[in-house]
């Protein structure tokens, strides 16, 4: 079946400009998490979504960094601004709840570099 | 969050047994440990969770001794295409704490 989608696969940016990543999660998935990934670490969270409510953003590095939901499905992860600091790559994960006993699964990430 | 060490790098050949054991001394009553996988260019992928005792499944085998202080993820006849970064996680929550991971390196 379809797995977790990320568009785009890579983008660049100058610094300053605004870039919105997209991910479209598995069907039926409630739980949605985004995850940042600098060169040569492991991933560090930045935000969670049960269907559209935003219930932790604890994660987001500045107030640049903006997620959103609407309809529960699709999610959009905003950076305003872009800083060379933000260059990373960005993992979206979806799973059915949030509990860590269900497994998040992952998409391929957008890999943002910013100039 | 419990913290864990694990090495940060394995070498092994194809056919032979890999055993990556984490540390993690001080873990929460309420704290799962699982492991993720991850490859070059993709996400992270789950392979595999346990509480305590032995879990197995199709891809790799946990062994979590009574005092849960450490676990040892086993992956049986290793082949090219398990070179792949290693990830021991461990915790209650929703926020998945990664830390560097192991690579492992699979050689002919």
């Known amino acids: 079946g379809a797995g977790v989608s990320q568009s785009p696969r890579y983008k660049v940016a100058k610094r300053g400009q605004d870039v919105a990543l997209r991910c479209d999660p598995i069907s039926g998935h409630v739980s949605l998490f985004w995850y940042q990934q600098a060169l040569g670490q492991g991933p560090e969270f930045l935000t969670y979504?049960?269907?559209?409510?935003?219930?932790?953003k604890s994660g987001l590095p500045s107030d640049r960094f903006f997620a959103e939901r609407p309809e529960g499905s699709v999610s959009t992860l905003k950076i305003q601004r872009t800083q060379q600091e933000d260059s990373a790559v960005y993992l979206c994960?979806?799973?059915?709840?949030?509990?860590?006993?269900?497994?998040?699964?992952f998409g391929p990430g957008t890999r943002l570099t910013v100039t | 969050l419990a913290k864990t060490t694990q090495p940060i790098s394995m070498d092994s050949y194809e056919g032979q047994e890999v055993n990556i054991t984490c540390s993690h001394n001080?873990?929460?009553?309420?704290?799962?440990i699982t492991w993720y996988q991850q490859f070059p260019s993709q996400g992270p992928r789950f392979i595999i969770q346990?509480?305590?005792t032995k879990v197995t499944n199709e891809v790799a085998s946990l062994f979590i001794p009574a005092d849960r202080k450490s676990s040892t993820l086993s992956l049986p006849r290793v082949s090219l295409s398990d070179t792949a970064v290693y990830y021991c996680?461990?915790?209650?929550?929703?926020?998945?704490?990664f830390g560097a991971g192991t690579t492992v390196t699979v050689r002919a």
């Open positions: 979504f049960q269907n559209e409510a935003q219930l932790d």
């Open positions: 994960a979806s799973s059915l709840g949030q509990s860590p006993s269900y497994e998040q699964y």
């Open positions: 346990g509480y305590k």
């Open positions: 996680l461990v915790g209650d929550d929703y926020k998945l704490s």
């Open positions: 001080n873990i929460a009553t309420n704290d799962y």
